[in-house]
């Protein structure tokens, strides 16, 4: 394979990753809300926040497209700073820290408010679990 083969390749690559990044930003709350009003019907698939899915029927879909984020935010290679531009810091460590941030909040929850969990869910969150 010659070197001229391997730049487009990469290229493809690399706006399929942002291309998923897109989808998955803009899936992510309608598949929540549906799972929602597939198990539980109309009234409780609106939450307050992006947030309070994680302790409804959805917490696998969100966990795991937060996951995904995480995964493709990292393994994304931007672009260098231009110091024409003022830049100085570049796109790859802004992308490594998002990445890090989204799986965070995929695997560590916060203290569930009462009005949010769902009691036929099928998720084992809890309070002597998150303790």
Not at 30 to 54: C, D, F, P, T
Not at 61 to 85: A, C, E, H, M, Q
Not at 104 to 127: G, K, Q
């Amino acid at each position: 394979m010659a070197k001229e083969d391997i730049g487009p390749k990469l290229n493809v690559t690399y706006l399929t990753l942002r291309r998923m990044i897109g989808i998955l930003g803009l899936a992510l709350p309608v598949i929540l809300i549906l799972v929602n009003i597939l198990l539980h019907g109309s009234e409780k698939a609106w939450q307050s926040s992006i947030s309070h899915y994680y302790f409804s029927s959805g917490t696998v879909v969100f966990t795991g497209i937060l996951i995904s984020f995480g995964l493709l935010l990292i393994s994304y290679r931007g672009y260098n700073p231009d110091p024409k531009l003022g830049e100085r810091v570049s796109d790859n460590r802004w992308t490594n820290i998002a990445g890090v941030m989204a799986l965070i909040v995929a695997l560590v929850p916060t203290t569930p408010d009462e009005r949010v969990i769902f009691p036929l869910s099928p998720n084992a969150h809890c309070e002597s679990a998150l303790s």
